[in-house]
């Protein structure tokens, strides 16, 4: 292997970027690993240049994220969600309808067998919450979990996300759907007076108002994007975020193309057919990075004084996001919570193998002694294992 040119910028950044890589890959296995695990640790990593990098690493971290017990999932949705349930033939529809969002390449069987899992992934959350109400692009964000994490993993992500981040865009009218996008005025306003008075000007004069921004929020972006790497480095930083979040980021698109929106004539077919289309080339990390700072310098807390309240609007979106967070640093590391599950299982077999009040109390001691035994040696492996998969480690090296 030759060296990099100490003189070549190219070789260098590549360099640079490889070891930045590398860390972060340590300071990840280091807060999985901890006791309890370091959660603000891995919002950082989550949130930070690159986000997780691979779908190895989402699949461990997106979980401590949601505060999911991996060790703990359901069972995989089956078909008798799909009976008598007044959601599902919308539902099919929609997934039918989204070919393009599974990866292109995919053999077509394998892309079926695909969309009838997200068909019965979605009606399983509804049918254990009857509170939630589906909306159109809901799939979008059940499609980019379950291509991630599995159909069971997937299934505990998804609802995680219904009842905490999600759960204002499930109300059954769009009140609080609504009321969310008001808050993308009172941003504008703060960075750019400008821009702010143009959206204005355009809010009166048509119905839609900031409506060009419902798919971007209601889907994470899922359905306006084509790429799916760009789709992923969204839900890393949405995931380790508050639920606002997409608002701003929203705020910094519109921001970022203020002199291509400035120079549009003030009119709905004008700014709308202009807004609504993402461009797919954006420099995400810049406004990944830029929409962090606009959360810190306008807390939601201030900006809801500035949105126009509609009545019953009682429910914000961070109504229970303290306690969520709360929650998530409290986990086990994936190690402990393995122990945990075969313990358990080991309790289970020897309570089965325990023989009934009228057997021979000698019979009963020779059990729990085999039982002991048996847990300690299976105690004694699972400490000695590696806490990762090796194919992580081997990314180190």
Known sequence: MVAPALGDPLSLGGLLHSLLGKQKLLLIHQALTSDPVAVETLRGAAVSEGGLLTD????????????????????????????????????????????????????????????????????????AHPELHYYQGYHDIAVTLLLVAGERMGSALLEKLSTHHLRDFMDPTMDSTKHILNYLMPILQQESLRLHDFMLRY????????????????????????????????????????????????????????????????????????????????????????????FQRHPHAELAKQAALHPGAERLPDRSFSAFQLATTQQRPDAVLRRQRQQDSAHAETAALLPTAGHSPLVKAAVWGISATLGAVALAVTQTALEWAPEFLLQLF
């Open 56 to 127: 190895e690493i989402r699949r461990k971290v997106w979980p401590k994220l949601l505060s999911v017990n991996v060790y703990n999932l359901p069972p995989k949705p089956g078909r008798t969600v799909r009976q008598n349930h007044k959601d599902y033939t919308q539902v099919q529809l929609d997934v039918n309808r989204s070919t393009h969002r599974f990866p292109q390449g995919m053999r077509a069987e394998q892309r079926r067998v695909l969309q009838e899992q997200l068909i019965d992934l979605i009606l399983h959350i509804l049918r």
């Open 203 to 294: 809010q009166s004069r048509s119905w839609v108002g900031t409506i060009f921004a419902l798919s971007w929020l209601i889907t994470w972006y899922g359905h306006v994007l084509t790429s799916f790497p760009h789709i992923l480095r969204l839900y890393d930083f949405f995931l380790a975020s508050h639920p606002l979040m997409p608002v701003y980021f929203a705020a910094v698109i519109v921001l970022h193309r203020e002199a291509e929106v400035l120079a549009c004539d003030c009119d709905m077919p004008s700014v709308h057919q202009l807004l609504s289309q993402i461009p797919q080339n954006l420099p995400y990390e810049r406004l990944i990075s830029w929409a962090l700072q606009l």
